[in-house]
């Protein structure tokens, strides 16, 4: 939930040390941010996991699904133990199991938890983690945020033991430059004190959005925010984030139809903490560390026990197993040929899938829409092709296999003229609930590597 910036320090004496380096912000930090799309159309920036009684039920596992979680290399044992006890409490409400094995576990896993430091808080949202390589974490938890640093300050402003004990093994705290260097040096003689509070209330932050559940202040009309300046610049000060990333991270609303019929709750362990300053009639919310009964509702309508199958259920589709997307230019048919390769899972209800295939310049590393008024080969105004099948529910199918059994084919001549540039090929996959008003919600996209047009 949170994202901590250590500050430079400089530390000449014992004094400055006690005096500067332990004058640690007492604001609270964020710092739940999915990771940002780096190359996407039209220098847009796509949040991986969109921002909940939210959840994207489109992206919810199975009811009754044993879920495999797995550590990345690095944490303590001690660390690694209190991730899965605060984690686990899902399970008492949820319908899932969450089943840690092994690092050496050489199969499949569903959730991939990174324990470090550097990087923040952040977590793929519900069944998009099986869209990530089994060799990429899925989950980061930033565990310099964890530490109890109010204790370390306290301690060396007093003289208590760890400083003292680290002066008498001769520490050189006169080179310690930010609070990284210090809580390295207490480790080397100690374990690390944790905030249990943080510890507990961002594990299952995130364990929320692996398990479907979505930013609360999202919630349509639930915060009337005050977007001046201020906001802005405090988040990028604190978080690092452009006004973009605010806008997506933090302002978004989104459509009434994930609230699942729940009322906002400031209280859910998926609310940011808000200032009052950062609101028009000083509406706040303090830090929540604890699931709350509202989550508790939602999460047992989503997963229920005792039922095989959710009354909120919509159609679903999981894709997993992907291997790179192939585009090659087929010089005998005179077009793009796009294989895509993946295995594609249906739950019970009926939907429908579109493939879609289009068709993107490359300018700067970035890319354009190649726009077209063909009939035939036109997407929304942009140059491609698209596949339409119609799933059969409980299914498994797999795609380019071994055997080819799906291809989407682009003609070199439907591509209008781009120039020198290069071109690529974006392929997404979008699925159709015509239960709820033909909602269109992209379930996954790929883009090719850059592509030279033959030469006319």
């Known amino acids: 939930m949170k994202k901590l910036f250590l500050l430079p320090i400089c530390m000449l004496s014992m004094h400055a040390f006690a005096q500067q380096v332990l004058n640690f912000p007492q604001e609270r930090r964020l710092g739940c941010a999915t990771e940002l ?26 009811n009754g699904e044993t879920l495999l979680i797995k550590f990345m290399p690095g944490g303590s044992p001690t660390l690694r133990s209190k991730v899965m006890q605060y ?27 990174k324990l470090g430091t550097g990087e923040g808080h952040y977590s793929k949202l519900g ?3 099986n869209l990530v390589p089994q060799s990429q974490h899925t989950l980061s938890l930033d565990t310099i945020d964890f530490v109890d640093l109010k204790y370390y300050q306290q301690d060396a ?15 050189r705290l006169d080179q310690v430059k930010t609070w990284l260097d210090y809580l390295y040096l207490v480790a080397q003689i100690q374990p690390l004190r944790w905030n249990e509070d ?10 929320g959005h692996a398990i479907g559940l979505m930013h609360e202040q999202s919630y349509p009309g639930a915060i009337k925010w005050n977007k001046a300046d201020s906001v802005y610049a405090w988040y990028k000060k604190t978080q ?5 990333d605010v806008d997506y991270q933090v302002f978004r609303v989104n459509d009434q139809f994930y609230s699942n019929g729940t009322a906002y709750d400031p209280r859910s362990i998926m609310q940011y903490p808000i200032a009052s300053w950062q609101t028009m009639d000083g509406f706040s919310v303090p830090g929540n560390n604890l699931i709350s009964e509202g989550d508790k509702r939602i999460i047992s309508a989503l997963y229920p026990k005792g039922k095989a199958v959710s009354d909120k259920e919509v159609p679903r589709i999981n894709i997993s197993n992907l291997k790179p997307l192939m585009v090659s230019a087929d010089n005998t048919r005179g077009g793009f040929s796009i294989v895509p390769s993946f295995d594609l899972k249906t739950n019970s209800k009926l939907g ?22 063909s009939e035939t080969y036109n997407i929304g105004g942009i140059c491609g092709a698209a596949y339409l099948m119609n799933l059969q529910p409980n299914s498994n199918v797999s795609y380019n296999k071994g055997t080819r059994n799906m291809e989407l084919f682009i003609p070199f001549s439907a591509i209008p003229a781009v120039g020198d540039k290069q071109v690529a090929i974006i392929f997404d996959v979008f699925l159709i609930d015509n239960n709820n008003g033909n909602m269109s919600k992209q379930m996954y996209s790929s883009v090719s590597n850059k592509l030279s047009m033959p030469r006319k």
Do not use: C
């Open 87 to 113: 984690a686990k409490e899902w399970e008492k409400y949820a319908n899932l199991t969450l089943k840690f094995v092994e690092d050496n576990y050489a199969g499949n896993t569903n959730i991939r938890i």
């Open 37 to 62: 799309g780096k190359y996407m159309p039209n220098q847009q920036k796509v949040d991986t996991t969109t921002t909940r009684g939210m959840a994207d039920n489109y992206l919810l596992w199975d």
């Open 127 to 129: 069944t998009n983690s």
């Open 157 to 171: 402003n007093n003289g208590g033991p760890v400083i003292t004990a680290l002066r008498s093994r001769g520490a």
């Open 352 to 373: 429908k899938v579109y493939f879609v295939a289009r068709v993107y310049s490359v300018e700067n590393d970035r890319l354009y829409a190649v726009t077209t008024q």
């Open 198 to 207: 943080e510890l507990r209330g961002t594990t299952q932050h995130e364990i």
């Open 240 to 244: 690092g984030w452009e006004r973009s």
